[in-house]
């Protein structure tokens, strides 16, 4: 099982970025996919996330209207296109994959995990 987070960089707030998370080993058209983050310092939490078809998706208050989730199943790919970027999103990006079919928030929810992606934002 591997996720392959990648996509992250040095950007100035107000700027726009796109991850991708690259999924192979596990039967990605049935597990829904999630982003979370963690900054220095903080607990991870969640960002958005995608249904295992793609009819489902949801995102942390923080992000809702700046970031979209999407995925490709053809290519075994999820992304986050982040745009409006500020300094308060800087942090280690993770894309995970879960099997619960519910609203899947937290992280214990997951069964698998990618190394994630670092997203530095400047003012």
């Known amino acids: 099982v591997q996720l392959q987070a990648s996509g992250g960089g040095l950007v100035q707030a107000g700027t726009s970025l796109r991850l991708s998370c690259s999924a192979s080993g596990f039967t990605f058209s049935s597990h829904g996919i999630g982003w979370f983050r963690q900054a220095p310092g903080k607990e991870r939490e969640f960002v958005a996330l995608v249904s295992w078809n793609g009819g489902r998706t949801d995102y942390a208050d923080s992000v809702k209207g700046r970031f979209v989730i999407s995925r490709d199943s053809s290519k075994n790919e999820v992304y986050l296109q982040m745009n409006n970027l500020k300094v308060e999103d800087t942090a280690i990006y993770y894309c995970?994959?879960?099997?619960?079919?519910?609203?899947?928030?937290?992280?214990?929810?997951?069964?698998?995990w990618g190394q994630g992606t670092q997203v530095t934002v400047s003012s």
């Open positions: 995970a994959a879960t099997r619960y079919s519910g609203l899947a928030l937290r992280a214990y929810d997951y069964d698998y």
